[in-house]
């Protein structure tokens, strides 16, 4: 079955600084990746997917994520951060398969707070 | 465009008390539909899905339940609420030929 790791918890990042989130995943074949965002007390929305081809993908709201096979990664990145940048942040694996029934599993979420 | 609907947003309920959340989407047909569940200080928790009408796979076993009467209504309930079911639960859909999942905007529940 597939997994997801979100190694940081908490991220503190200055306005105006870089920043990277990292999600490493655990799947037997080519994964279906995404990035979502949850502002508090609402739902997700989706920040960018990678499904094939180039492995740098652009989202919205000025986002990135690169996809790298042989680290089993596919990181966050922003880089100039805005304060309206401070929610949780979930990295998700999608096993697209009649086996698997179409599902994501999520990483448990990385919780961005931006200082001014 | 697709949109999804779920209510209610927040729900206090006393333990030993049904549950029913409702979700709807519009704009697409024979959707996947999903539910979710995030407790305080976790990810998510997928715990149900249904890729047609009538048909319910189920995650985790616990005591709640899930339905689909329509083919773009998701339901989820419960005869008697426990305290450990309160969080945020989260109705999801994708295209049935479709890779990404969209979300709801969530429902609210406590159990006290």
């Known amino acids: 079955a597939q997994s997801v790791t979100q190694p940081d918890i908490h991220i503190t990042v200055s306005e105006g600084a870089s920043l990277e989130l990292r999600c490493n995943y655990s799947y037997g074949a080519t994964p279906y990746l995404f990035w979502y965002v949850q502002s508090p007390g609402q739902g997700l929305q989706l920040l960018l997917k990678y499904f094939s081809g180039d492995t740098l993908v652009q989202g919205i709201k000025g986002f990135e994520a690169e996809f790298k096979r042989s680290q089993s990664s596919f990181n966050l990145r922003k880089p100039s951060v805005h304060w309206s940048d401070a929610a949780e942040y979930f990295c998700a694996v999608g096993a697209i398969s009649m086996e698997y029934g179409n599902k994501l599993v999520f990483g448990a979420g990385t919780i961005l707070r931006v200082k001014s | 465009s697709q949109t999804i609907h779920q209510w209610p947003a927040t729900l206090v309920q006393p333990v030993g008390s049904p549950l029913s959340l409702e979700c709807t989407v519009e704009g697409t047909s024979n959707p996947n539909l999903y539910w979710y569940r995030q407790a305080a200080g976790r990810g998510l928790q997928l715990l149900f899905y249904s890729v047609g009408i009538g048909q319910i796979s189920s995650e985790v076993p616990q005591n709640l339940s899930a339905s689909r009467p329509q083919d773009r209504q998701f339901i989820l309930s419960s005869k008697k609420l426990l305290l450990s079911d309160s969080g945020f639960y989260l109705c999801?859909?994708?295209?049935?030929?479709?890779?990404?999942?969209?979300f709801g905007e969530g429902s609210w529940l406590t159990v006290v």
């Open positions: 999801a859909w994708k295209k049935g030929s479709g890779n990404t999942i969209y």
